[in-house]
């Protein structure tokens, strides 16, 4: 087990994740990447353009593949747009509007903090951050690791945040295969604990009888109650996944170091602030967006 030591550590590194997490996340909710993604012939709403934009580093993959990687989604919701996004428009096609979606984005959030020195700073400490992890066994940070790095700030700024954010989920997901549970019943004990209601996890495409034989599941384990309310052993289930991968994205910002850690949390709190007080995003979610 960590010392406390450890712990204060693991602790910065789960507050840098959510402090980049909407960084990265504007691709997703922006009206800008909707539109780019409109002019590729994507059809329009959130999970069309959503898939097609964090699929695309993997290649034209097909269902498999991008249900594997993302992985709490139902195979059915992930057939509904992998892989018809392809016939749209090919992965580098898609790429390269993703950038164009982030560009203008940022530009309509931040405004002229765009071009400050404040930016360019966190840009730079951000990739070494991303540069320092190691991807084996880590599809999703690889694949966007292996895209070319752009020169302007802002965009390295969101590739990076995009690389970590990768490099956490694709440990994520490890750390829920070591505590034992399958995609849908990683939704469930994450709703029992009060991540967020169960309606919110409905996105993910799992139907009510799925869902019910889930909890059946995790009842029989010891993990959830009936009502659907997580045991005491379901808690702690929950809290060593979360800890198991805080310890997996810990290495990147251990090569940082402490005091650049410190820095770049300095840094990013402006534009933070800038993204979460848009309204973008939504208040409710299965992240924790915009909960430090």
């Known amino acids: 087990?960590?010392?406390?030591?450890?712990?204060?550590?693991?602790?910065?590194?789960?507050?840098?994740?959510?402090?980049?997490?909407?960084?990265?996340?504007?691709?997703?909710?922006?009206?800008e990447a909707f539109e780019e993604a409109n002019r590729l012939g994507i059809k329009s709403g959130r999970w069309p353009s959503y898939f097609a934009w964090r699929a695309a580093p993997l290649g034209a993959v097909g269902c498999e593949q991008v249900a594997s990687a993302f992985y709490s989604f139902s195979p059915e919701t992930v057939r509904e747009h992998i892989p018809s996004i392809w016939n749209a428009a090919g992965p580098e096609t898609v790429l390269a509007a993703r950038h164009r979606a982030v560009d203008r984005a940022y530009r309509a959030l931040l405004g002229d903090r765009i071009d400050s020195p404040e930016l360019a700073e966190a840009a730079v400490l951000a990739r070494r951050t991303a540069e320092a992890a190691v991807h084996a066994g880590r599809p999703l940070a690889a694949a966007n690791a292996?895209?070319?790095?752009?020169?302007?700030?802002?965009?390295?700024?969101?590739?990076?945040?995009?690389?970590?954010?990768?490099?956490?989920?694709?440990?994520?997901?490890?750390?829920?295969?070591?505590?034992?549970?399958?995609?849908?019943?990683?939704?469930?004990?994450f709703a029992a604990i009060g991540a967020a209601p169960e309606e919110t996890f409905g996105s993910r495409g799992w139907s009510d009888k799925e869902w019910v034989a889930a909890r059946e599941r995790l009842t029989g384990r010891g993990l959830v109650e009936p009502d659907g309310t997580a045991t005491d052993a379901g808690r702690a289930?929950?809290?060593?996944?979360?800890?198991?991968?805080?310890?997996?994205?810990?290495?990147?910002?251990?090569?940082?170091?402490?005091?650049?850690?410190?820095?770049?949390?300095?840094?990013?709190?402006?534009?933070?602030v800038a993204v979460i007080g848009s309204g973008m995003l939504p208040g409710t979610n299965t992240l924790g967006i915009g909960k430090v």
């Open 1 to 31: 087990m960590p010392d406390h030591k450890d712990q204060i550590k693991l602790g910065r590194v789960r507050q840098l994740w959510h402090l980049l997490e909407p960084l990265h996340a504007v691709v997703y909710f922006a009206p």
């Open 146 to 189: 292996a895209q070319p790095w752009p020169d302007a700030p802002h965009l390295m700024l969101w590739q990076a945040a995009t690389i970590l954010r990768e490099h956490r989920g694709d440990g994520h997901l490890a750390a829920l295969l070591i505590a034992g549970l399958d995609p849908v019943e990683s939704l469930v004990s």
């Open 237 to 272: 289930l929950r809290a060593e996944v979360e800890r198991h991968t805080d310890e997996l994205a810990a290495a990147p910002w251990q090569a940082l170091g402490a005091a650049d850690m410190d820095r770049l949390g300095d840094l990013l709190g402006d534009y933070w």
